[in-house]
């Protein structure tokens, strides 16, 4: 059974940084593309970022394009999504998910907690 468990999110102001981490367990996903979602208050969840299974390639969402940074470490099966110059409307619940495609369809029907992340202006 494949868990996932999303962390690191907190209150920030904008402009700020936030480091937010994927733990799995159950299984690797070392060989599959994962991806990092959001869902805003009101608002369908989101894909934000894209990572292939070597790391070798990544695809993000206009909104996020050169702003958040996604990494993966497959010795720790861990995804890391690096966030930097937030903005108010980055504020969410962000979760990761295993992904189908570089699109960013998410795999599982499953999701994890999340990790709520809000950023004050």
């Known amino acids: 059974q494949v868990q996932l468990v999303e962390s690191g999110g907190g209150l920030v102001q904008a402009g700020g940084s936030l480091r937010l981490s994927c733990a799995v367990s159950g299984r690797s996903l070392s060989t599959y593309a994962m991806g990092w979602f959001r869902q805003a208050p009101g608002k369908e969840r989101e894909i934000v970022a894209v990572i292939t299974w070597s790391g070798s390639s990544t695809n993000y969402a206009d909104s996020v394009k050169g702003r958040f940074t996604i990494s993966r470490d497959n010795a720790k099966n861990t995804v890391t999504l690096q966030m930097n110059s937030l903005k108010p409307e980055d504020t969410a619940v962000y979760y990761c998910?295993?992904?189908?495609?570089?699109?960013?369809?998410?795999?599982?029907?499953?999701w994890g907690p999340g990790t709520q992340v809000t950023v004050s202006s």
């Open positions: 998910n295993r992904v189908l495609n570089m699109r960013g369809s998410p795999a599982y029907d499953f």
